[in-house]
């Protein structure tokens, strides 16, 4: 039996989940090679990240989380709707940091800095962008203070 052979110019791609069309050829060296296609799917880890973006127009800050934060800056620079982003553009990220594997926990310390409101505690977190050891700290403490065990990320 020969190797299996994936063929990445046919891949599909559904949200967590890639499916690739893999052939196998059976048989033998003196027989007729016979192909059948398999979808395997692989499961891949999706990172979501807090983020920060701040307005060069009117200094004001705007936090969000996202899997894709160069599509999501994108987004808030160049979308055509009416909301909150677009009428400060145009904005540049100051803060990222990935939370999470889960959407969920993203979730919630994005609603948790939000509910803060706090100029001081975004400006600290700018501050402590590269020191990965507090801010992995100061999510779990935030995860924690709001019953939750630990993050998963």
Do not use: C
Not at 3 to 9: D, G, T
């Amino acid at each position: 039996m020969s190797p299996v052979l994936p063929l990445f110019s046919k891949a599909v791609i559904n949200l967590r989940v890639i499916r690739i069309p893999i052939f196998e050829k059976s048989g033998t060296a003196w027989g007729a090679k016979e192909e059948m296609m398999k979808i395997v799917s692989f499961y891949f880890a999706v990172m979501y990240y807090i983020y920060i973006l701040l307005s060069e127009s009117s200094g004001h800050y705007y936090i969000g989380h996202t899997d894709d934060p160069e599509r999501r800056l994108n987004e808030h620079n160049n979308a055509d709707e009416v909301t909150f982003t677009s009428k400060h553009r145009p904005w540049k990220e100051v803060f990222r940091y990935p939370v999470s594997e889960k959407r969920s926990e993203a979730i919630i310390i994005e609603k948790y800095l939000k509910r803060r409101k706090s100029k001081t505690l975004l400006n600290k977190l700018i501050a402590k962008q590269g020191d990965n050891v507090f801010l992995k700290l100061f999510f779990d403490k935030i995860f924690y203070k709001l019953g939750f065990k630990q993050l998963s990320g």
